[in-house]
């Protein structure tokens, strides 16, 4: 349906959280909602919504079915705080570093950001860069500073992270092999990994670890003739990341060797027969004479 009253549409409903949406009331962090029209993609509604203004910062709404027209609605502007408020939304984070951001506040000479009861921030900046934080929960204050150093209290937010570890991005070369070939594998990572493991699925599913290991390279070789795929997983911070998206090798086949049916040995049986057979006769002319 459609939150007009249509229900002539099969929609899908996507959810992001971070967007970043700016309007006459400023910049905002937003929680960001879109419906999409499955029929030809085109998103028939979206919403920003930001946690601190607590209502919409800007709504698309277009007319379903031909989308040919829509409605934009944006946040112009809202009650001016009484104590300094946080753009960034509570919630999870999945990654280890993290960026918070406040309002300015009028009169505020400085602010002081507060993680857990302790200090970790004081200056003039809006913005704190959150880094290499453990998994757990972290309750953040933003506090403005005013004339005679006196703190004025502002907005919490509770922020859980837990960390996930992004995939490796992996490459082969060359992607094609003879049948006693290496190949080289290499990847890249942003993050200092404990170790790599690399995995190498054959043609018949099996899947056996060719490498584990601090390199972010590898030469492997004795792949089984026909398509490989090779994936690596990351170990950072004792957590293991997915297998990587997967690149493959061909490994060309064997050539044949001549075997026991083949004609060569019947031949070389054939013409031994024939010696043997033409000594034998002329042996026997020999006596006859």
Sequence with gaps: GHPNGYDDTLNTVTFEEG?????????????????TD??????????WYNETVQNYVKIVDRLPGS???SVVYELTGYDRPSTPQFLT??????ASSFELQWAEFPGAQAYQLMENGVEVYRGDLTTFNARNRADGDYLYQIN???GLDYVLPGTQIEVNVNFVPPLPEVAVNPETIPHDGEVTVSWSYPFEAEWYALTVQSPDGTTTEMYNGSSDFVEIGELEPG???????????????????????????????????????????????FVVLSVAFLGGRRRDL
């Design 19 to 35: 967007v970043t949406m700016t309007t006459a009331a400023g910049t905002f962090t937003c929680t960001y909602i879109a419906i």
């Design 38 to 47: 499955e029929k030809d993609g085109v998103h028939s509604w979206e919403l």
């Design 227 to 273: 398509l490989n795929r090779i994936r690596v997983s990351a170990m950072v911070n004792g957590k293991l990341s997915e297998p990587s998206d997967s690149v493959f090798v061909t490994v060309d086949e064997a050539p044949s060797s001549p075997d026991a049916s083949s004609p060569l040995p019947s031949l070389s049986f054939v013409s031994v027969l």
């Design 89 to 94: 939304e509570a919630g999870k984070q999945s």
């Design 67 to 69: 989308h040919s027209d």
């Design 144 to 146: 403005a500073i005013m």
